[in-house]
């Protein structure tokens, strides 16, 4: 067996992996990492291995590999909407990490058009996420509450007929719970648009005004 593909068999359950990864592989099989860097470059070059960012690599050119590349992550904002099937619109995939980064708009695969958007998240706010299977994947996405949270955190406004299926969702308990970490004027904001609208959007009567 090839290196090469010795590399597909061992990496192939990863979404993403990194540089040091195979830096790893390669001291523990004994191989000079001095190979690496030419290795890399020919399985991107026959379209085995694509460049995610800087330093970490996918079989696949999947965008929606590209939050682990940014570990430890959630899907959030616009993109949860989209995972959960809460309301009918596409979207890229918005990132949400605990990592510095310099840039929320970000290219991936090295293509202008495949466009992902990276949220740093303060670790105290890093919370209130789950598992879900999503194609072939399974990801870290934000439940409604988190989701309606981070929404009024990142000053993302949406026509308020978009916010139907997630208000219906949202447990009045836990966002309660949620909100306890936050300072006290986000959680009056967030809970006077609950006060203001739920009512509306579980009878499903949540409409524009215009």
């Known amino acids: 067996m090839t290196i090469v593909k010795d590399i597909i068999n061992h990496f192939s359950d990863y979404p993403v992996f990194t540089r040091r990864d195979l830096k790893l592989y390669f001291k523990n099989k004994k191989l000079k ?22 330093g970490a690599y996918a079989f696949k050119k999947d965008s929606m590999v590209a939050g682990f590349a940014y570990s430890p992550f959630y899907y959030g904002l616009l993109s949860a909407l989209t995972i959960r099937e809460l309301w009918t619109q596409n979207s890229r995939p918005d990132i949400i990490t605990i990592r510095k980064v310099r840039a929320s708009s970000i290219h991936i695969f090295g293509d202008i058009k495949e466009t992902v958007f990276v949220h740093h998240m303060p670790a105290k706010y890093f919370f209130g996420f789950g598992i879900v299977k999503y194609g072939t994947l399974e990801v870290p996405v934000s439940e409604p509450e988190k989701t309606l949270i981070d929404l009024f955190y990142y000053r993302v406004k949406l026509p ?42 579980d009878a499903g009567k949540l409409t524009s005004p215009y």
């Open 33 to 54: 990492t001095a190979n690496l860097t030419r290795i890399i470059a020919y399985m991107k070059s026959s379209g085995k291995l694509y460049t995610v960012r800087k």
């Open 160 to 201: 308020i007929q978009d916010y139907s299926e997630l208000l219906k969702k949202i447990s009045r308990k836990k966002i309660h719970k949620y909100l306890e970490r936050y300072d006290k004027h986000t959680a009056t904001v967030v809970l006077n648009f609950i006060k203001r609208h739920k009512e509306s959007a």
